[in-house]
């Protein structure tokens, strides 16, 4: 996945004439700007990457091909509603705070609250649960987010084996530009890679 986040259009269309096809996004407000004039690249899957207020579930369902940052029962409710209103199925990711980190959204591993969102999947008939996502604890060394990794592909592995009804855990979306190696090796799926694609973003 190329994170296109604060990049001009320009700079997506490279990318996607050098063959990329999924891109993640950050912001609703960013990308609702670029939607219109992105439309004729008609084989561009547009993923919401960051976090989501609940407020916003319904300009999301509008805009993006799938959520990967689901951690809530209530965003899941909203944004439920807004895709059967849109008359779609919207894959989600549930985001996990495998660093518990308090500055970082996400749903912490072993909490009610994840089990509580685990529980209530069947009634989310417009959502299509299909893995997890983390962003890890930043560190210089990527070798620092190896534990992290793991841990949510244990967790994957563990919420996989109860075979709860409505849940898939194929995807594992964890791994940035400068840690995607190791994400790899401890199982990532899906990596999101900004920097090395796009550069440095530009400065506010």
């Known amino acids: 996945m190329a994170v296109s986040k604060t990049h001009p259009t320009e700079r997506i269309r490279a990318a996607y004439a050098g063959g990329i096809r999924v891109f993640g996004e950050n912001r609703v407000q ?3 700007g670029k939607a219109d004039s992105l439309l004729d690249l008609v084989e561009a ?5 960051g976090h989501l207020q609940s407020n916003k579930a ?16 209530k965003l899941a409710d909203r ?12 894959p989600v990711l549930i985001e996990m705070n495998v660093g518990g980190e308090e500055s970082k959204s996400g749903v ?12 209530s999947v069947p009634r989310f008939a417009a959502l299509e649960f299909r ?20 841990r ?7 919420i996989a084996r109860r075979k709860l009804p409505g849940i898939s855990m194929e995807v594992l979306s964890m791994g940035m530009s400068h840690d995607f190696e ?8 899906c990596v999101r890679v900004g920097t090395a694609i796009f550069g440095e973003r530009p400065k506010p």
């Open 30 to 32: 960013e990308f609702s």
């Open 45 to 49: 899957e547009w993923h919401m990457i």
């Open 58 to 73: 319904a300009k999301a369902a509008e805009l993006f091909a799938a959520v990967d940052s689901l951690d809530s029962v």
């Open 79 to 90: 944004l439920n509603a807004a895709a059967e209103q849109e008359n779609k199925k919207i």
């Open 108 to 119: 912490p591993p072993e909490t009610r609250d994840l089990e509580d969102l685990l529980q």
């Open 131 to 150: 893995g997890l996502m983390t962003v890890p604890p930043f560190s210089d060394d990527a070798q620092g987010a190896r534990p992290y990794f793991r």
């Open 152 to 158: 949510l592909r244990e967790l994957r592995d563990s």
């Open 182 to 189: 190791v994400a790899v090796e401890e199982g990532s799926t």
